[in-house]
């Protein structure tokens, strides 16, 4: 189990979570089960930081989908943020930038959390 894939940190009422590495086939399962006890902890706002992400397959694209959903259900929201020029090209070539907010920074997305509350909505 890769256990440097994922990090998660706190920031007032958000969960900043800290991707790492590449994020393929391979990665896909460990992945989901981190992402899904993140989900579990009903957070009402989430920055994903993906400026550790090498690259991203469609099969973390799938992950970071379903994660969103889940914490959808409880109201939360789901930002992306930090991507490296080639994932960033990535995610807007599979058109994740019309599911996901997407911001340049973790400061720019944790702003915008701060501004928003927990009314967040995804854009």
Same mark, same amino acid.
């Given at each position: ?7 998660? +940190?706190? +920031? ?6 800290? %991707?790492?590495?590449? %994020?393929? &086939? ?6 989901? /089960? ?7 902890? $009903?957070?009402? !706002?989430?920055?994903?930081?993906? +400026?550790?992400?090498? &690259?991203?397959?469609?099969?973390? &694209?799938?992950? %970071?989908? @379903? !994660?969103?959903?889940?914490?959808? $259900? ?20 599979? !058109? ?13 997305? %944790? @702003? @915008?959390? /701060? ?5 967040? $909505?995804?854009?």
């Amino acid at each position: 189990m890769a256990s440097d894939l994922i990090s998660v +940190s706190r +920031s007032d009422s958000s969960l900043l979570v800290h %991707l790492n590495g590449t %994020l393929g &086939m391979a990665e896909v399962a460990t992945l989901d /089960a981190q992402l899904a006890r993140v989900a579990d902890e $009903k957070p009402p !706002f989430v920055v994903v930081d993906l +400026s550790g992400v090498e &690259m991203i397959a469609s099969a973390g &694209m799938g992950s %970071l989908i @379903a !994660f969103r959903r889940e914490v959808a $259900k409880t109201g939360g929201a789901v930002v992306l943020a930090g991507a490296t020029p080639q994932v960033g090209e990535s995610l807007r070539r599979a !058109f994740l930038n019309k599911l996901f907010k997407m911001c340049a920074t973790v400061p720019e997305a %944790l @702003a @915008a959390a /701060a501004s928003r509350g927990t009314t967040a $909505k995804q854009g």
